[in-house]
């Protein structure tokens, strides 16, 4: 499957998935510079009522970082960065969230826990690429359908939010319908989980494991 530009500098197929309180801008450019998509939750950023926005300065930091890395090895530019958006309605930062991811362009989004068409043509206004992630293939369709433009599939074995279905039969179920980008979650930690992900018909793998 061809992955859009957007993921061209990868040099592995992989996603650092966004981790609760430990990804943080400095994982996150780290993980950029090291060519593979570093990515933190948009809720990481807290800040006491009457601070400035902490989710503004992790963005602010992360583009200036990765664009003066880019500059200086304009043969070897970091991987893109995403931010992760909780879109339960539990969220009540959410609106204001994505109206600061929007002011900074912010490439790649990863929603989750539900999927919103007014989020995504927002994301979509900006250039920017969304990912959902999904624990079986009923819940993909309706992602889809409300316009994102590509899968996490969340299979057996993975962190956070995991499905119970084996990544074999989440991936073909997949791929009989969609041909999109489509990243696997689950027990992703080595090269050869990454390997495997790809011969399964995934685009690459989407790990939490150092």
Not at 112 to 138: C, E, K, M, P
């Amino acid at each position: 499957m061809t992955l859009p530009a957007l993921f061209d500098p990868l040099r592995i197929p992989l996603i650092g998935s966004p981790l609760f309180i430990i990804s943080n801008p400095d994982l996150v450019i780290a993980q950029c510079k090291a060519g593979i998509v570093g990515s933190f939750p948009a809720l990481n950023a807290r800040e006491a009522e009457g601070e400035p926005i902490e989710l503004d300065r992790w963005l602010t930091r992360i583009k200036e970082e990765l664009d003066r890395h880019n500059q200086a090895n304009p043969d070897n530019p970091a991987a893109p960065y995403a931010v992760n958006q909780i879109v339960h309605r539990s969220n009540s930062r959410l609106e204001r969230d994505v109206e600061i991811c929007v002011k900074h362009e912010v490439p790649l989004w990863i929603t989750s826990l539900g999927a919103q068409t007014w989020l995504n043509d927002a994301v979509h206004s900006v250039g920017g690429v969304v990912l959902h992630d999904i624990i079986n293939n009923r819940f993909a369709h309706k992602a889809i359908e409300k316009g994102a433009d590509g899968l996490i599939a969340v299979a057996a074995g993975a962190g956070g939010h995991a499905g119970a279905q084996s990544p074999f039969a989440l991936v073909q179920e997949i791929r009989e319908w969609f041909d999109g980008p489509l990243f696997l979650s689950g027990a992703i930690a080595r090269g050869d989980s990454i390997l495997a992900a790809q011969a399964m018909g995934a685009d690459g793998g989407y790990a939490g494991s150092a």
